[in-house]
């Protein structure tokens, strides 16, 4: 049998990052909608 172990840990730090930073979209949302109701 062949094992393979991926240390992942410094892709998942990179990605925790971003992922934090745009989990809440609410407030972009809000945004945008304002500005296409605007524009209607």
Known sequence: MIRIDIDDR???RALEDPR?????MKSAMHT???HLHSRS
Do not use: G, L, P, Q
Request: net charge positive; glycine share 0%; no cysteine.
């Open 32 to 34: 945008v909608a304002d």
């Open 10 to 12: 410094e892709v998942r």
């Open 20 to 24: 934090r930073r745009t989990s809440n």
